[in-house]
């Protein structure tokens, strides 16, 4: 089954910037929503940014912080993270479901925020 592949993590200072890509690793169609989410050691899993045709969504923790975007053509996703916070630090993950339930996840990719 084709899967996900994030990139772009790493360490950034406190109120620095990371920009996180999403590729799929083989062919995916009828895809109906895009997402990102995090986890935090000892957290739950959580929503960051989610987008459909109609717009897009966001936790209250990023507004106005992170923009979610997408590349049409190369079925790609992006996650753009501005004035990153130290509770920002988490795995992140891109998801894509599809429009008969199929989920796509990525194996994570490692946001740390510290000084």
């Known amino acids: 089954q084709a899967q996900l592949v994030e990139s772009g993590g790493g360490l950034a200072q406190p109120g620095g910037s990371l920009r996180l890509s999403c590729i799929p690793s083989?062919?995916?169609?009828?895809?109906?929503?895009w997402a990102w989410y995090r986890q935090a050691p000892g957290k739950q899993r959580e929503l960051v940014a989610s987008?459909?045709?109609?717009?897009?969504d966001y936790a209250n923790s990023v507004k106005g912080r992170f923009t979610i975007s997408r590349d049409i053509a190369r079925n790609t996703i992006s996650l753009q993270m501005n004035s990153l916070k130290p509770e920002d630090t988490a795995v992140y993950y891109c998801?894509?479901?599809?429009?008969?339930?199929?989920?796509?996840w990525g194996q994570g990719t490692q946001v740390t925020v510290s000084s």
């Open positions: 998801h894509y479901r599809s429009l008969f339930g199929t989920n796509y």
């Open positions: 987008m459909d045709r109609d717009g897009q």
């Open positions: 083989g062919k995916i169609v009828n895809i109906k929503t």
